[in-house]
């Protein structure tokens, strides 16, 4: 819990916040449908390289960024260690009984791209961005308003909850618990978890009455004043001109 | 684990996870009155917060994934749940994708839904011994649910995946046994210190 949000942020200014929040959710879906669809290794290490290179514009810390890629990688490991093995094609080395196939390695070698370029894209254009700022964009983009006073409302109860979370948490180290395989570690946990969700639960009645004695008809109107501008403009340019041009280079290649 | 990240699943599944998303999410919202917005937001953020602690097994630990236990607190309302506990996580960690949160959005609330909404009717009159095992049960299938579902993802979206399924799957059944023991010891947690969580009527029922 101790590092949760914003912290690949090393300075608070960074220009993307200058962008409309919509520019940058688009800008990232648009971005990660063109990793997709790339088909060379070549055309995504260059995008790869290009990401990169953006890290530290977009105010990140290019050393927290790895670490952080480091702990996503888990469902990827599966996949990218047993391709080469399990993918039939021309056999290219040997490890025991096992072949190791061109074409698995191929497709695992993608896959690991695509996948980590993709997470790249979220860090870079989308870690820092408020929730309250991302919440706002999504509903100037059509999403349905129950839906984004949900994101709306989570995101905030979410930094609560931690703190309830680590409180809890303190108190069981005080009384020196540590987590093992055993059953009095799964029945404290049980409780610890039950009685989170308790707290949450009251927490949510004081403020659903909180709420209804100041008149919450379950709408909030949303004051955003983010708009799309030259800045914006100017950004999109350039990233439909990068994208073109790795599209581009991936079809010759 | 369950979150699959851009880049692996085809096109085709990425856009009809998409749709049966928006499909469930559609009809959560749609039962879901505009003022229980507020308690279904912060539940959810309980069980996001939940979520984050590791639960050791073994030599490693484990994320619980909770769709059991939120479609048991919040029956159909576990979809919109999910849903944004993903968001965010895809948001504030890069876990999951943006292009897959729909396909992972499915996977992991729709068994839990269906199972808890399968669930209830036994649980209603049950003894407390009979209520807690249920839980359990549907906890653990949840997940197991999920890993079926993640594999039928990969599968669907290439061949080539098919000899990986045997070994992705397995890892998810230590992740189904803690589930289920937590779920269940939640769920007696529940009954003894606050009954009326366990699909109460303080809570969005689902879309009669």
Not at chain 1, 58 to 67: F, K, Y
Request: with cysteine; glycine share 10%; aromatic share 6%.
């Amino acid at each position: 819990m101790s590092e949760t949000f914003g912290s690949l942020r090393l300075s608070g200014n960074a220009r993307l916040d200058a962008l409309d929040a919509r520019t940058r959710v688009l800008a990232a879906f648009a971005a990660i449908v063109c990793v997709l669809v790339l088909r060379s290794p070549l055309a995504l290490l260059c995008a790869l390289a290009i990401s990169l290179a953006l890290i530290p514009l977009a105010g990140l810390s290019i050393g927290r960024v790895l670490r952080r890629l480091a702990h996503v990688e888990g469902f990827l490991v599966i996949l990218v260690v047993l391709l080469p093995f399990t993918v039939a094609g021309a056999p290219i080395a040997h490890i025991g009984p096992l072949a190791l196939s061109q074409e698995g390695l191929h497709l695992s070698v993608l896959l690991l791209l695509r996948a980590n370029l993709s997470i790249l894209i979220l860090f870079t254009l989308l870690s820092g961005m408020e929730p309250v700022s991302s919440a706002h964009a999504l509903a100037r983009l059509g999403v349905p308003a129950k839906l984004v006073h949900l994101v709306l409302f989570s995101a905030r109860y979410v930094t609560l909850i931690g703190e309830e979370a680590r409180r809890l948490h303190d108190s069981l180290r005080a009384r020196a618990f540590v987590p093992r395989t055993s059953r009095h570690t799964a029945r404290t946990l049980a409780h610890f978890f039950g009685q989170l969700l308790v707290k949450a639960l009251e927490r949510a009645e004081r403020v659903d009455e909180a709420m209804r004695c100041r008149a919450f008809n379950g709408r909030f109107p949303l004051l955003s004043t983010s708009t799309f501008g030259a800045r914006d403009a100017a950004f999109v340019g350039l990233l439909a001109c990068a994208l073109a041009l790795i599209l581009l280079a991936d079809r010759i290649a | 684990m369950a979150h699959i990240p851009d880049g692996i699943l085809s096109a085709p599944v990425l856009i009809g996870g998409g749709a049966l998303c928006i499909g469930g999410l559609a009809l959560a919202l749609k039962g879901l009155d505009e003022r229980d917005i507020p308690k279904t937001a912060i539940l959810s953020a309980g069980f996001f917060v939940v979520s984050l602690v590791a639960v050791p097994i073994g030599p490693t630990s484990v994320h619980l994934l909770l769709g059991g236990l939120a479609g048991l607190i919040l029956g159909l309302g576990a979809f919109p749940a999910i849903f944004v506990g993903l968001l965010l996580q895809a948001l504030f960690f890069g876990m999951g994708g943006l292009t897959s949160l729909g396909v992972n959005t499915v996977n992991m609330a729709l068994p839990g839904v269906l199972l808890a909404l399968a669930a209830r009717p036994l649980m209603a009159q049950a003894p407390t011994s009979r209520c807690v095992a249920l839980a359990g049960m549907v906890g653990a299938l949840s997940v197991l649910g999920t890993a079926a579902l993640l594999c039928l993802s990969l599968w669907l979206s290439s061949p080539a995946y098919a000899p990986t399924l045997a070994i992705i799957a397995a890892t998810y059944l230590p992740l189904a046994a803690a589930e289920g023991v937590i779920t269940a010891l939640i769920a007696g947690y529940l009954g003894k210190v606050k009954p009326e969580a366990l699909f109460a009527g303080t809570l969005p029922e689902p879309a009669e």
